[in-house]
C-alpha cells in the first residue's frame, strides 16, 4: 500500500472560521510533510514532522498549525485565514525524513478562503 | 544555496513523437536529483531520481533522465509519448545539507 490519503477533497471557509486538514498513510513512513502549491507552481514546503516531532517550520503564519497525533497521521488547523492562503495543500511521507528519499504524495485538499 | 531551473515551461508534442524536458541546478556539494509528474487534480508521484552510480537512470511509464555533472542538468526524456502523458512535470534537487527544492515546472501537453 503506496497510498496517502487526504480529507476533504475541496473545503470552502470564511475568513473567521476554524478548519483542519486530514492526512492518513499507512506505510510505516515515519517523516511527513505539509505542502502549498498555488495553480501553476511548484509545492512548496510548509511542515516537515520526523518520529511525530516537528522538524522543520517554513516560517509559516500561525493560523496553520500543524499536529501529528501518531505517525500515521498528520493534521493541519486552519483558523483566521486570508485569501490569498487559497491553495492546493499536498500531506506527503517518506522512510524517515532523509533528503534522498522518495515523498508520496497524497491528492490534495483544495482550500479557497473567502 | 541549491536552486533548480526548467527553461521550459510549456511543450507541446504530437503524439508518438519523442520529448525532452530539461532541468538543469545549481549546488555547491553532491546533490540528489529527481523527476516527479502531477497529472490533473492529483498530487505529485516519482518517476524516478537519481542518488550515485549510472548516470542514465531508468523510471516508470518509459521515462529515463541523465545525470551530466560537467553540464549541471538531469534532462528527462521518452522515446515515445501517449496522450496519458500531458502532466505537469516537476524537476526537484536536494543535498546533504538542504531539503528538497522543486523546478518550476514544465507543462507537457501531448496532441492527438
Known amino acids: 500500500d503506496t497510498e496517502v490519503t487526504q480529507t476533504p477533497k475541496h473545503l470552502v471557509m470564511g475568513m473567521t472560521n476554524k478548519k483542519s486538514l486530514k492526512c492518513e498513510q499507512h506505510?510505516?513512513?515515519?517523516?511527513m510533510y505539509w505542502y502549498k502549491q498555488k495553480a501553476k507552481k511548484p509545492p512548496e514546503l510548509m511542515f516537515v514532522?520526523?518520529?511525530?516531532?516537528?522538524?522543520i517550520n517554513e516560517s509559516v503564519p500561525s493560523r496553520f498549525s500543524p499536529e501529528c497525533p501518531n505517525s500515521s497521521l498528520l493534521n493541519l488547523h486552519l483558523h483566521a485565514l486570508q485569501p490569498e492562503d487559497s491553495a492546493l495543500y499536498l500531506c506527503?511521507?517518506?522512510?524517515?525524513?532523509?533528503?534522498?528519499?522518495?515523498?508520496?504524495f497524497g491528492p490534495g485538499t483544495r482550500l479557497l478562503v473567502l | 544555496a541549491q536552486s533548480v531551473t526548467q527553461l521550459d515551461s510549456q511543450v507541446p508534442v504530437f503524439e508518438e513523437a519523442p520529448v525532452e524536458l530539461r532541468c538543469n541546478y545549481s549546488?555547491?556539494?553532491?546533490?540528489?536529483l529527481f523527476w516527479y509528474v502531477q497529472y490533473p487534480n492529483q498530487g505529485l508521484q516519482l518517476l524516478l531520481k537519481y542518488l550515485s552510480g549510472s548516470t542514465l537512470v531508468k523510471g516508470i511509464n518509459g521515462f529515463e533522465a541523465e545525470f551530466n555533472k560537467s553540464q549541471t542538468s538531469f534532462h528527462l526524456r521518452k522515446p515515445s509519448v501517449h496522450i496519458s502523458d500531458t502532466a505537469e512535470y516537476f524537476c526537484?534537487?536536494?543535498?546533504?545539507?538542504?531539503?528538497?527544492?522543486f523546478g518550476p515546472g514544465t507543462s507537457l501537453s501531448v496532441i492527438p
Open positions: 514532522y520526523s518520529y511525530e516531532k516537528l522538524s
Open positions: 549546488s555547491s556539494v553532491s546533490v540528489y
Open positions: 506505510m510505516g513512513h515515519r517523516a
Open positions: 506527503a511521507s517518506s522512510q524517515q525524513g532523509g533528503v534522498q528519499e522518495t515523498q508520496y
Open positions: 526537484a534537487v536536494s543535498n546533504s545539507y538542504d531539503k528538497v527544492i
